[in-house]
Nanobody, 113 residues
Framework: PLQASGGGLVQAGGSLRVSCAAS????????MDWYRQAPGKEREPVAT???????YYSNSVEGRFTISRDIAKNTIHLQMNNLDREDTAVYYC?????????WGQGTQVTVSS
């Protein structure tokens, strides 16, 4: 299971960090991602971190968002800077390994103008 936290309301241009805590060692999880789903839109990938620390970002967040991990705490973070209204969405944590895949419950991020 994954537990997401840290969403909230922020003004455009501001920053927010969301976190995702796993109930198992994240070193055993091949891929952990953040996805987001805005109202009326499909869920889309935002950022990915692999079990060797490689990171990938969607074009829309590249340079503004940073995904990181704290192995000791079995947690990943998504630092979001220079937020704009287009970033408003429910953010979901996702984990994948060959034996299973998991989704967190989602955390709302709202960016106001």
């Amino acid at each position: 299971p994954l537990q997401a936290s840290g969403g909230g309301l922020v003004q455009a241009g501001g920053s927010l960090r969301v976190s995702c805590a796993a109930s198992e060692s994240i070193s055993s999880i091949h891929i952990m991602d953040w996805y987001r789903q805005a109202p009326g839109k499909e869920r889309e990938p935002v950022a990915t971190i692999s079990n060797i620390g490689s990171t990938y970002y969607s074009n829309s967040v590249e340079g503004r968002f940073t995904i990181s991990r704290d192995i000791a705490k079995n947690t990943i973070h998504l630092q979001m800077n220079n937020l704009d209204r287009e970033d408003t969405a429910v953010y979901y944590c996702h984990a994948w390994k060959p034996s299973n895949t998991y989704w967190g419950q989602g955390t709302q991020v709202t960016v106001s103008s």
